[in-house]
């Protein structure tokens, strides 16, 4: 897995865009060349790239041991929070649904949220190696259920929507998908 690190070659600081690899750090946050934030993000064909963030203020906290990380979670329930504009579901119950992962491409079906203690992958990893876990709401998954029914979350750390699909192979495999990653079968 590659590492999120700054480069210092004429490439990477010569232009606006952060000067990271948008690969090496696959939907984060950095500041860029210019001063501004910009955010990696999956373009159709697969490959990640930099794209600048509406303007906004990210306050910057001191890590212990050193470093800072950015600080642009927000707990549900908080007024910062209810603030945020959800975007509506791009996809309802049942709706078949594609993804492409390293040049394969995986369908699914889009199904309601499971209940507490279903064994669900995380981090839209479909490959061989992925990381299990027991889906609970209440056990810190930085989300939160903004429309009930509609298979989906809402993803605080991200601002971002994501659906739990049923995918055909592996079967029996239900992920928890960013919706940008997700195109409605036909």
Known sequence: MPK?????????????????????CKNKRRKGNNGKFWISKRMSNGVYRWFPLASKTVKKRKMTGGGEYEDNW??????????????????????????????????????????????VVYDNDLEEKYYEGKWSLASNCECHVDDPHSGSV????????????????PEGHIDLMFERDLNKLE
């Open 4 to 24: 999120c690190i700054k480069h210092t070659t004429k490439k990477y600081t010569s232009r606006n865009s952060p000067p990271f690899g948008a690969s090496e």
């Open 74 to 119: 927000r707990p549900y329930g908080s007024e910062e929070q209810k603030l945020i504009k959800h975007t509506a579901p791009k996809f309802k119950v049942g709706d078949r649904v594609t993804t492409l992962e390293k040049g394969v491409q995986y369908d699914g079906t889009v199904i309601d949220i499971p209940e507490d203690n279903t064994v």
């Open 154 to 169: 809402w993803f605080e750390a991200n601002n971002d929507r994501k659906f739990f699909v049923a995918f055909d192979k």
